[in-house]
């Protein structure tokens, strides 16, 4: 993990978290889907103090012409943080890390998609970090999965993603910041609950196998309370009673 | 043309392992000969020239005082890189590493780095002002799939092989002390086990015709008490509980393997 050290209880006596929480409890999760006039489907998510803003365009023509494959539509991913997202300014340029959160977002995503259904083009996905405070590929990954039902993609499943981890020694669900920093493990995990298919897994941090394998539960049984919202958000801009 | 080849090879792959064979022979959860060849590059610090199968990778690992970063004061610098050289493949063009490097780079560093394989809190020169950089770049020179695994055991026997100069802290500088090496401090010894998803099948080191016709990867790293410290699952389809679960079990069994063959290779050197 980070190797800095714990400056604060990660977990007091009573099994409370340093944000208040419990062990097997989520931060506050807010889900919009809409918002955005332009682009062909788009989604807001407030994840515990990150927020982040999906926008999908396409199918559609793709730019440059050789990318483009005859046999099946391609999905492209970029995230980006913006510079005024994290503590100290981030360089807005795109860094190594959001080169590979974009890669691992696009490929927990296209097992969801049925990109076959449209053949030479392209569907692009514009993930901005508008605020971070750890969590935010899981945060992204849920709001990208909206984004892209919002868009009327064809999909298999949406992906709903959270993180399981450890701190002080006990498994937990939905890694803060400072959980991140000063814990002992992180794993993100995107899975496709109607298909039961884990398509995003990272770790970093020790784990005997016994807490490997709880870790994989507590983050299946997570994303399982993060669909219902993705569903919700669905439901209320398409059959609720929002503007 | 290229795509007809990778097709009808795919269905190949994919016909044998329904009959519970693989293209090259091996079993499912066979990794390929692995050769070390410990200071291959007397010049570095630590170096290593691993084969698997035909993938070959040379690490070399350079220590030097630096900076610590600004939160780290009381911690060494731990760096580990990977590149693909354009000798390795014909597919391989020069210029700035797109995203399959780059994460190959960022999963070979992070397996060693949550392993806490270097002891980084023996690598302070003076607190929150000098330390002890230590850079292990991996470059791959000839390309038979499974870089991940490859680069990672290149990068743990040079490491196991370094030795650091050593540094005293004089007149506001850090001043080398002739003579004066010492082993790196290392904790455990990290290994990573990649495997590959074809169809249902999972199998363990894929060569760069199974690499090609993969489903879906992930590379798990255990340390020497048998955890597991890192993962990284890519590729675009995705995996069942009971196959991760599976895929833990497979990283710490065939990990202890190689974890031997590391060893021995520092005993001959």
């Known amino acids: 993990m980070g190797g800095r050290e714990a400056t604060m209880v990660l977990l007091d006596e009573n099994g409370i978290r340093c944000d208040g929480r419990k062990v097997d409890e989520p931060r506050r999760i807010m889900i919009r889907a809409g918002g955005l006039k332009n682009a062909d489907g788009s989604a807001y998510i407030e994840f515990g103090d990150n927020k982040i803003l999906v926008g999908v365009f396409g199918p559609r023509d793709v730019h440059p012409k050789h990318m483009a494959n005859t046999d099946t539509g391609i999905l492209r991913v970029r995230y980006h943080m913006e510079p005024f997202s994290v503590g100290e300014r981030k360089n807005p340029a795109p860094s190594r890390r959001e080169i590979e959160i974009s890669k691992v977002i696009k490929e927990a995503l296209e097992p969801a998609v049925m990109l076959d259904k449209f053949p030479r083009t392209a569907v692009d996905v514009f993930i901005e970090v508008l605020q971070a405070d750890g969590g935010t590929r899981c945060a992204a990954l849920t709001a990208a999965s909206v984004a892209l039902a919002d868009a009327g993609i064809p999909m298999r499943d949406m992906v709903a993603a959270i993180a399981a981890g450890k701190v002080a020694d006990t498994v937990i669900l939905d890694v803060n910041n400072e959980e991140d920093q000063a814990g002992q493990a992180d794993m993100p995990m995107g899975y496709m609950p109607n298909i039961g298919k884990i398509t995003l897994l990272q770790l970093d941090g020790v784990l005997t196998p016994e807490e490997y394998k709880k870790c994989i539960e507590v983050g299946i049984d997570g994303c399982k309370k993060v669909y219902e919202l993705q569903k919700q958000a669905l439901n209320d801009k398409y059959f609720g009673n929002r503007d | ?269």
């Open chain 2, 1 to 269: 043309m290229a795509n007809i080849i990778d097709e009808l090879k795919k269905n190949q792959i994919l016909e044998l392992l329904d009959q519970g064979k693989r293209i090259d022979g091996r079993n499912l959860d066979q990794t390929r000969e692995l050769s070390i060849e410990i200071n291959a590059i007397p010049k570095a610090n630590g170096s290593a020239r691993v084969r698997l199968g035909d993938t070959e990778v040379i690490c070399g690992v350079k220590i030097q005082p630096d900076r610590p970063f600004p939160d780290m004061g009381d911690k060494g610098i731990f760096i580990c890189t990977a590149e693909l050289l354009p000798l390795s493949d014909p597919s391989v063009e020069t210029g700035p590493p797109g995203p399959d490097v780059i994460e190959l780079a960022r999963v070979v560093d992070r397996g060693i780095r949550e392993s806490h394989m270097v002891d980084l809190s023996q690598l302070v020169i003076e607190k929150d002002k000098s330390v002890v950089g230590v850079f292990a770049d991996n470059v791959a020179v000839d390309y038979d799939g499974n870089l991940f695994d490859a680069c990672s055991y290149a990068a743990t026997a040079a490491l196991l092989s370094s030795k650091t100069p050593k540094w005293n802290w004089t007149d506001d500088a850090p001043v080398l002390a002739e003579g004066e090496e010492s082993a790196v401090p290392i904790t455990t010894i990290p290994v990573s086990v990649t495997m590959g998803k074809i169809g249902n099948h999972i199998i363990v080191d894929p060569n760069a015709d199974e690499w090609a016709s993969m489903d879906a990867r992930i590379t798990i790293t255990s340390d020497s008490d048998g955890n597991i410290c890192a993962l990284q699952k890519g590729g675009v389809d995705g995996f069942t509980q009971e196959e991760i679960f599976k895929c833990g079990e497979i990283s710490v069994r065939i990990g202890a393997q190689i974890r031997e063959k590391l060893k021995e290779a520092q005993k001959g050197a």
